[in-house]
């Protein structure tokens, strides 16, 4: 049965991954994500993208808990990437336009060209939060620029450069070991797809991931990226070894 095949599958990534460890991003800049979840919980704008974002469902591994951790992280590496010790005003307002863009960017995740589409309909949202057209249009085009693999769309000034980086960052976070543990069986499981007819396709998913691994766009993406995604690759490589030792 399906059901019981990827409960095992399930169980199985997750004691891989307590094995492989806890990403060094969480372990070395564990402040800046404690200021981030922090200033996330205290936002009644974040309160209310997150109402909205809950309204639209899971969308296979896309919903809330994959959002707020996006938006935690994208949070932390605006506050890693502008430094200074504690963050001014203008530092907090750029982590909270960081952070409406990590609940919203996969609004339309079921759709074809999610991240443009998506875009659009945030710039729609956004338009009864009190934000400047500027704020607006960066957490916008954040949203736009961060599917993978695909060309980076050239947005106006220095603001909305770093929120499309670095929310492409903190996304690409989550093809490490959350997409092992979580994403990938959110998104399966619910079809109904047995396992022998997803392990043929299982290798080439890895091949996937490992590209991402040299795309990270800011500093610091580019300084953790990789560890998160070795550590994914890790995972996926012993699951898939011994779920098709269970098949043999």
């Known amino acids: 049965m399906p059901d019981q095949e990827y409960r095992r599958a399930i169980d199985l990534s997750r004691e891989i991954a307590a ?13 800046e994500v404690a200021l981030s979840r922090k200033w996330l919980d205290a936002e009644p704008l974040v309160e209310e993208a997150l109402r909205i974002v809950g309204e639209r469902g899971d969308c296979l591994g896309h919903g809330l808990i994959h959002v707020r951790k996006v938006a935690i992280d994208v949070g932390a590496l605006i506050l890693i990437e502008e430094g200074g010790t504690p963050p001014d005003a203008r530092v907090r307002r750029l982590v909270l336009l960081a952070h409406l863009a990590g609940l919203l960017h996969d609004i339309r995740r079921s759709e074809k060209n999610h991240a443009e589409r998506g875009a659009d309909e945030a710039a729609g949202i956004l338009v009864s939060f009190p934000l400047r057209d500027e704020e607006r249009a960066g957490v916008a085009g954040a949203i736009r620029n961060h599917e993978a693999f695909r060309p980076f769309r050239n947005e106006a000034g220095p603001m909305a450069r770093l929120l499309a980086d670095a929310l492409y960052d903190a996304d690409k976070f989550r093809w490490g070991p959350d997409n092992f543990t979580e994403t990938l069986w959110a998104m399966i499981t619910p ?28 500093a610091t993406g580019r300084e953790y990226g990789p560890d998160f995604i070795d550590r994914g690759l890790t995972i996926g490589r012993r699951l898939y070894e011994e779920l098709t030792a269970d098949i043999k």
């Open 191 to 218: 079809r109904g797809i047995p396992l022998q007819t997803l392990l043929p396709k299982f290798l080439a998913g890895l091949e996937g991931v490992r590209k991402v691994r040299e795309s990270f766009r800011t």
């Open 19 to 31: 094995k492989v460890g806890t990403p060094r991003f969480y372990l070395e800049r564990e402040t």
